[in-house]
Every structure is written in structure tokens, then in C-alpha cells.
């Protein structure tokens, strides 16, 4: 794709010469047609977004295999290797550089990254992301899911030729972080030096991340547009012609809509979103994901200029390779369509690379065992069936959501001191975020139960001061669903609770079934149906997803705090330390104790 943009020095004048006499003209003088900018430098961008931790391969169903850290470094690799040695691509530059780029969430809470923590090594994300060579990183909003000082502990973990760089964020309130800052780990500006050429990169995270994550004292500067032309501006004024931007907004069409308001950034790479952008015949892996657009996406900046955007799928399952040509002035002169394309992470085809042996023994192998292991990892037994049947989590009370809602109510209470909020009294859980689909049959539970449990990404939050009103309606939510025969019927928000009991009518409308809600201290919120008003906020824990609105929770604009603790976490310590290892069926009986009852 060739950039025909309006260039500096690039505009023909003519200049008339007159005579003093009469006015006649005695000459003119034309000067030289502007010769057709060249090739000047070709730079390959190689980049990938929201590695996640999904450092193991994925064999499907159908017997292929894709992803993994090994092989995704050994592709990195090989070509980093092509950028500078390999066939020239047709209107490429004879000198070429190529810089290695991750747009953020390096890793995710999870039985993966949690491998690390007994090893006694170095993190096994932090060794995959070195082996990759990574040049620059940017935050991502995971990438605080377990704090700011297990995030600055990754970065020390980090080779030093790795740079964070972050426009938009504060770390004077995070001592961790901040070291960081100091030691010149974390910057707000970079620039990569290729083959005597300079490139500026600018680092620019989602404005949403304290409701994301557990980024605590870090600050967020929301003037995305404000912060990255001023750096672009102070990059021309110091003669790096060439701007990489590197985002992490949550979604591609974040990246599309500031595009628009930029200018001289000459390319965009983003994350968050984990949308796979790829051209009819590129070469997918076999998890499913069908592309969302073109590789590279195409907006204009605010001066008209064409800027390309490009990001890739999560989880280790692409490399990006971005190519581009520069004149001498810097200016953009094209994007390389016939090289530039998403490359699959996968074993078998044309594109197939195999596992790079150090990797594999350095990081597969060993949380491979580690997570064969939690299979054998009994952190409790229980006295009873625990029913985690889809139907039956998402329509009413079941003994395994209220082993998940009191584990998060008790993470709420653990961790409340920590965080400065009020310990909260209540919680609730979505039947949705419970996904064992099974009855787990009395007798042991493992490690890798309470992750099959409950799998997402999701944090325990505390809504210290939440209005009761809001709370009602949050609970009038989880009983909205449809009703068939007088019986409601199963849906994702239904919701499973702690520290109240409720009594509804299914055959009211959905919004206006409570009879009874009652808090396990007595206090009356609802009375037959009818609000008492003897509260006026209470404290509530429930996770992140269902405070920031999802699964349409009224509870968006509610201040919260997210808790450095996934609701995986809350559930295996609640079984082993608040339980002692042992569900009894006193505590925990089948079809539950009456926390959720129905009336007609």
C-alpha cells in the first residue's frame, strides 16, 4: 500500500521575474520538478498483545496443535532474524531495522502464572518475554491484576534491553513501581536506534484501568490525544522523524477513534481487545476466531494522513509482522500488504515452527507439571455433592454457589483493612461465572477444581458504600430472568448470595420480585415487597464483572475497589483456611439452607 501524502518540500514553485520597464516580463524561471521521495529505511514491526500467561499449548479436539510459548518464541525468533537477512520485499529499502514490540497484559492471574510462584526462579512469563527479546512493552490493565508490586517484580525480571513505557501513568504513590521509574525501567518516552535511524515510541494505557484492576495508586492521565501529539511533537523538535504509538485501550475501535485526533504518529499498534485482524488467504490458527478486519486497519490522523493500525490475538497464538518504508525526511512512504500479515503459532501447515527447546524446557515443561499437578492437589473434601449444574447455578440456590459467594464475602472481610474499605456484609455471584457444569461428588477437591470452578479473570471487588436501592435493584437483577410455569428459568445473572436471605414471586414482573430481604444481622431491607428504608448504604462484595455492569448489574457509576484476590483465589482459601479443608453438610446441604427462596 503506497502513502501518496502531501511532503514537506514536495510543492513545485514558479517564480516570475519582471522588468522595471513597462511592466513586460523578461523572464521567468521554473524550478526542477520535486523528484519522487525514495526508499530510505524499511522497518519491521514485529508485535503481539495480551500474552496472558497462556504459556501451554492447545491440542483441539481434531488433534492440532497451536500456541505455546515455546513456539511462539522460536517464531519471534526466526524472524527477527529475517527482518535484516532475508529477500529484500519489492520497494523495501536497503537498510532495514526491526524492533520487537508487546502492546501489554503479559500475563494474567491463573494456574499458569501461578506456577511461578513456588519455583523459586524467575517468572516464567518474564522468561518466555525475554527469550523473545522483546524491545518495548507498554502496561497492560492485567498486567496490575495482582498489584503494583508483583507487576514491578515482572518488570525487574526483565531483561535490561526491555524498556516499559508508559505516557499516561503516575507511579509517585507506588514505591515498587516507582524504583522502577528511577532505574529507567519505566519511561515516558523511548526511542529505538536501528541501523543509525531513530524510532519514538509513546506508550499510552486504557484511562478505564482503576476499574479494570488492581492498579492502586497508580494515576491515569485520561488526554490519550493531548499526551501522544505533545510527544510527537517533542520527538520531531528533536529530530526523531519516526512514531510508533503503543496502546492498550480495551478494544480496537479505541485505537481507530484516537487515530483520528492524532498527529505525527506514524503507526499504531494496540491490545486489549484480542481481535485478529487478517486479509482473505492469511494462514489462521484453529481456535475459531474469525477476523474482525483487515490487516493493517487503515484510518487517517487528524492532518489526512493515513495511519495503519494493526493488533493481533491473544495468547500467544499470532506474531504481527508489520512492514514499512520510510523516505529520508521520515515520512511514511508504504505499508508492504505482500509481506504484512498476522503469523499463526501452529505445528502443522506451511507456516508450522517448531517448539524452541529452551523455552520448552525452561517454561513448558515445568508448569506443564505444575499444572498436572493441582489435578492432584487435595485442598479440601467435602461431606456432600457440590451442584454446579449450569441449569441449577443460574435459576436457584445451590450448596456450590454458596461455598463461592461466602468465599467471596470472607476475601471481602480478609482484605478490607488493606485496601481502606468498609468489610463488607453482603455478596452476590452471576450462576454464569460458575462454570464447572457438574456436580462435584463428595469426597476430595483438588487445586484444578477450584479453577475449573471458577475460570475467568474475574477480581473480587467491595462496593464499600453502595446505596441500598442499588444494592434492591442488583438483586431484583439476579431474579429477573424469565418464568415458565410459575418457575424461573436459567440465566447467567442469576445470582447466588451471601449474608442475606431473599424471597421472591416469579410471578411478578422481573424488576419487582422481592417479597423479603432480610440481612443475616437481622436489618430488614425489603419488607412484602415494599423497601423499609432503615439503610441508607451497606458494603457489598461481589467480583469486578458484575460491578463494572456486566451481565446488566445496575451497578455501573457504584464506587468500588478491586482486591488483589480472583474469586479462584477467595474460593481455594476460603476452602482450606476459613473451612479447615472440610465442607460439611451441616453448613453446606443439598439445595442449599433457604438463602434464595421462592413464594407464590
Known sequence: MSLNH?????????????????????????????????????????????????????????????????R???????????????????????????????????????????????SGRRIYDATAFNAARFDVSIPGNHDFDLGPDFFAEWIGDLRPQTTIVSGNLGFEDEPALLARVTDGTIVTSHVVKERGEQIGFIGLTTPDLPTLTSSRGVTVDPDLAAIANAQAAAYAAAGVDKVVLVSHLQDIDNELALAAQLSGVDVIIGGGGHELLADPGDPLVPNGVEPYGSYPLTPTDADGEVVPVVTTNALYTYVGRLVVTFDAAGELL????????????????????????????QVVRPVQEYVEDLAEQVVATSEVDLNGIRDDVRSRETNLGNLVTDALLAAGQREADAAGVAAPVVALQNGGGIRNATVIPAGEITALDTYTVLPFANFVGVAPAMPVETFIAGVEHGLSGDVTGGVLQPAGSFAQAAGYRVSYDPAQEAGSRIVDLVLDDGTVLVADGVPTGDLETLSVATIDFLLRGGDGYPFAGVDFTVLPVTYQEAFETYLVEDLGGVVSAADYPVGGEGRITPVS
Open 6 to 70: 502531501l511532503r514537506r518540500g514536495t510543492v513545485v514553485a514558479t517564480v516570475a521575474v519582471a522588468t522595471l520597464a513597462g511592466g513586460t516580463m523578461a523572464g521567468t524561471a521554473t524550478a526542477a520538478p520535486a523528484q519522487e521521495p525514495r526508499p530510505d529505511f524499511t522497518l519491521t514491526l514485529l508485535h503481539a498483545n495480551d500474552l496472558e500467561s497462556a504459556l501451554l499449548p492447545v491440542t483441539t479436539e481434531d488433534g492440532a496443535t497451536y500456541g505455546g510459548a515455546d
Open 72 to 118: 511462539f518464541v522460536e517464531l519471534i525468533r526466526q524472524q527477527q532474524i529475517l527482518a535484516l537477512t532475508g529477500p529484500r520485499a519489492e520497494g523495501t529499502a536497503k537498510k532495514r531495522g526491526v524492533v520487537t514490540v508487546s502492546a501489554g497484559d503479559n500475563f494474567l492471574p491463573g494456574p499458569q502464572l501461578a506456577a511461578s510462584e513456588e
Open 334 to 361: 508504504t505499508v508492504h500488504d505482500d509481506v504484512s500479515r498476522p503469523i499463526p503459532v501452529i505445528a502443522e501447515g506451511p507456516d508450522a515452527v517448531a517448539p524452541n527447546y529452551a523455552v520448552n524446557r
